[in-house]
């Protein structure tokens, strides 16, 4: 809202000083200056006032403002008011400025001030972030040899107790923090929640040191566009390469909180419930997380959301993927919108059925959840803290903030169910 209020003045003031000069046929640097002065304290005062939240949103717009104000009265006090006798380059200054507007804004435009996703519970929840070193992987990103380090943000109550443990794994080209409300809504209900950050598969992942490590451009290009610059095969090569990478640093966060919790260590560790975890993720971090459901025998639920489960591919040709028929051995909630089919994904098997519908039906234990009116952004907060660029990866015609509280509640339901034995669970195959 703010956003588009500021805007909306700077563009009125800009084309009625514009309107004003073309019919008076004269400059008004005086009162140019006094306007663009007012605007950038007004700016200042609201930001002061903590009524625009984010310096870094609004700040450079007051900047730009101050300083047109200053050429503005350098102007008026160099050459006074003068006539205007080149009408078309007047209004090319002004669209300049608008120009400039939208280019000090661009902060402001992509990450609009939105009031935060309230969370159900009532326990007042804690943040830790750790960064640890595996010791046993060599960091294949980088060349110069170094372990691998993984950065977790801890969500958990502030109250003592003892609580489940959900993990979460973020999507390709995403934040440790994509599902901030989901951890959130976890966390305030009694739930000790560990965001895995994947570094290098990551947007971005800022340790504990201050160190921001940035996406691998190559791993994010393939993430993008590979499958259609690759062939089947050559795809499920990488596909097995990042469920790997991605696989063993859940099993590295998992037995590194362990063996805290089971040394008695304080804070986070020590509320922590280690005989009952969960595992949940968007996109490429719900099939990693999947996978590991396969391979460790602690794990008592897993929620995919909206993640091609790439861990159950077995082979691909030149007609698709194919997959095993195993029966998964967990509880499993596997959550996609009703636009799998208008992405394509389904045709990626040829004439067998897409892999998470598979593996759900023959599993004794698993569930499947479709959203209408979804799209594949619509199962984290980015279309809440960034439309423009969720718009981007594809977000549905319903309302997202609706769209990720069902979500988020269908998250808690289902781990309050495996997870903490409570008896109801009415989710519905279709919301």
Same mark, same amino acid.
């Given at each position: 809202?703010?956003?588009?209020?500021?805007?909306?003045?700077?563009? &009125?003031?800009?084309?009625?000083?514009?309107?004003? /000069?073309?019919?008076?046929?004269?400059?008004?640097?005086?009162?140019?200056?006094?306007?663009?002065?007012?605007? &950038?304290?007004?700016?200042?005062?609201?930001?002061?006032?903590?009524?625009?939240?984010?310096?870094? =949103?609004?700040?450079?717009?007051?900047?730009?403002?101050?300083?047109?104000?200053?050429?503005?009265?350098?102007?008026?006090?160099?050459?006074?008011?003068?006539?205007?006798?080149?009408?078309?380059?007047? !209004?090319?200054?002004?669209?300049?400025?608008?120009?400039?507007?939208?280019?000090?804004?661009?902060?402001?435009?992509?990450?609009?001030?939105?009031?935060?996703?309230?969370?159900?519970? *009532?326990?007042?929840?804690?943040?830790? %972030?750790?960064?640890?070193?595996?010791?046993?992987?060599?960091?294949?990103?980088?060349?110069?040899?170094?372990?691998?380090?993984?950065?977790?943000?801890?969500?958990?109550?502030? +109250?003592?107790?003892?609580?489940?443990?959900?993990?979460?794994?973020?999507?390709?080209?995403?934040?440790?923090?994509?599902?901030?409300?989901?951890?959130?809504?976890?966390?305030?209900?009694?739930?000790?929640?560990?965001? !895995?950050?994947?570094?290098?598969?990551?947007?971005?992942?800022?340790?504990?040191?201050?160190?921001?490590?940035?996406?691998?451009?190559?791993?994010?290009?393939?993430?993008?566009?590979?499958?259609?610059?690759?062939?089947?095969? *050559?795809?499920?090569?990488?596909?097995?390469?990042?469920?790997?990478? =991605?696989?063993?640093?859940?099993?590295? !966060?998992?037995?590194?909180? %362990?063996?805290?919790?089971?040394?008695?260590?304080?804070?986070?560790?020590?509320?922590?419930?280690?005989?009952?975890?969960?595992?949940?993720?968007?996109?490429?971090?719900?099939?990693?997380?999947?996978?590991?459901?396969?391979? =460790?025998?602690?794990?008592?639920?897993?929620?995919?959301?909206?993640?091609?489960?790439?861990?159950?591919?077995?082979?691909?040709?030149?007609?698709?993927?194919?997959?095993?028929?195993?029966?998964?051995?967990?509880?499993?909630?596997?959550?996609?919108?009703?636009?799998?089919? +208008?992405?394509?994904?389904?045709?990626?098997?040829?004439?067998?059925?897409?892999?998470?519908?598979?593996?759900?039906?023959?599993?004794?234990?698993?569930?499947?959840?479709?959203?209408?009116?979804?799209?594949?952004?619509?199962?984290?907060?980015?279309?809440?803290?960034?439309?423009?660029?969720?718009?981007?990866?594809?977000?549905?015609?319903? /309302?997202?903030? *609706?769209? @990720?509280?069902?979500?988020?509640?269908?998250?808690?339901?289902?781990?309050?169910?495996? %997870?903490?034995?409570?008896?109801?669970? /009415? @989710?519905?195959?279709?919301?």
């Amino acid at each position: 809202m703010w956003t588009n209020i500021i805007l909306s003045l700077l563009a &009125a003031v800009e084309t009625g000083f514009l309107v004003w /000069d073309l019919i008076s046929k004269k400059t008004h640097y005086r009162f140019k200056t006094f306007a663009r002065f007012g605007l &950038a304290a007004i700016i200042t005062l609201l930001m002061l006032s903590g009524v625009l939240e984010g310096y870094w =949103r609004y700040a450079g717009i007051a900047l730009l403002l101050t300083m047109m104000g200053i050429i503005s009265l350098i102007t008026l006090k160099k050459r006074g008011e003068r006539e205007i006798t080149k009408p078309f380059s007047r !209004v090319m200054r002004t669209v300049g400025s608008l120009t400039l507007y939208i280019t000090f804004m661009l902060p402001a435009i992509m990450f609009p001030q939105t009031q935060p996703i309230a969370v159900t519970g *009532e326990l007042p929840a804690a943040t830790a %972030l750790y960064t640890w070193t595996d010791e046993s992987r060599v960091e294949a990103f980088s060349s110069n040899g170094g372990k691998r380090g993984v950065t977790v943000q801890f969500y958990y109550p502030e +109250s003592g107790g003892s609580y489940p443990l959900a993990v979460y794994s973020h999507g390709a080209c995403s934040t440790p923090d994509a599902n901030d409300s989901t951890c959130r809504e976890l966390a305030s209900n009694g739930y000790v929640v560990a965001a !895995v950050g994947h570094p290098y598969h990551a947007m971005f992942v800022t340790d504990t040191d201050g160190n921001t490590i940035p996406v691998d451009s190559e791993f994010m290009r393939l993430a993008m566009s590979g499958p259609l610059t690759h062939t089947n095969a *050559e795809m499920l090569a990488y596909y097995r390469e990042w469920m790997k990478t =991605r696989a063993d640093d859940i099993n590295f !966060v998992l037995d590194t909180i %362990l063996a805290h919790a089971e040394a008695n260590e304080p804070d986070v560790f020590a509320v922590i419930d280690t005989e009952h975890i969960g595992l949940f993720g968007h996109s490429m971090g719900g099939a990693a997380c999947e996978a590991v459901g396969r391979q =460790r025998e602690d794990i008592d639920a897993v929620i995919v959301m909206e993640g091609m489960l790439l861990g159950e591919l077995t082979g691909a040709d030149e007609t698709g993927f194919t997959y095993g028929s195993t029966p998964y051995p967990l509880p499993l909630l596997d959550i996609n919108s009703d636009s799998i089919a +208008s992405r394509g994904m389904d045709k990626m098997f040829g004439s067998r059925e897409y892999v998470n519908f598979s593996i759900v039906k023959s599993s004794p234990d698993a569930k499947e959840v479709t959203f209408r009116n979804a799209a594949h952004m619509n199962f984290c907060d980015l279309p809440i803290t960034s439309p423009p660029i969720a718009a981007m990866f594809g977000v549905g015609s319903r /309302d997202p903030r *609706e769209c @990720i509280e069902a979500v988020n509640g269908i998250v808690l339901e289902y781990f309050n169910h495996y %997870l903490k034995g409570n008896s109801s669970l /009415d @989710i519905a195959a279709e919301y």
